[in-house]
């Protein structure tokens, strides 16, 4: 069992920043692959970022390539998401994922098993 807790969602003004952050417990941390999704009001989950168990590897949907970062601190058991150029249209729950699948690009909602209970994150002016 994988419990997972996000922190760090908020209010922002479009063009800013935000860093959310998602703490596991309960099994070794360095063997899960860690992804973010976000499910707007009457929208389905959407993939946001991925990252390998050893963090050599990570994948982002296109609509934030080069606006977010997915990390990761095996020591501490943490994975982050670094917001960047915020838009209204990323206004969302944000949701951490735990996968148990060794290989793969973990971009669908079916390769994981354990998820947080999200965080809001709205940008507005």
């Known amino acids: 069992q994988v419990q997972l807790v996000e922190s760090g969602g908020g209010l922002v003004q479009p063009g800013g920043s935000l860093r959310l952050s998602c703490a596991a417990s309960?099994?070794?941390?360095?063997?899960?692959?860690m992804g973010w999704f976000r499910q707007a009001p009457g929208k389905e989950r959407e993939f946001i970022a991925s990252?390998?168990?050893?963090?050599?590897?990570?994948n982002y949907a296109d609509s934030v390539k080069g606006r977010f970062t997915i990390s990761r601190n095996n020591a501490k058991n943490t994975v982050d998401l670094q917001m960047n150029s915020l838009k209204p249209e990323d206004t969302a729950v944000y949701y951490c994922a735990a996968s148990l699948l060794r290989y793969g690009a973990w971009k669908s909602f079916r390769d994981y098993s354990y998820w947080g209970q999200g965080t809001q994150v709205t940008v507005s002016s």
């Open positions: 309960g099994r070794t941390f360095s063997s899960l692959a």
């Open positions: 990252i390998n168990w050893s963090g050599g590897d990570s």
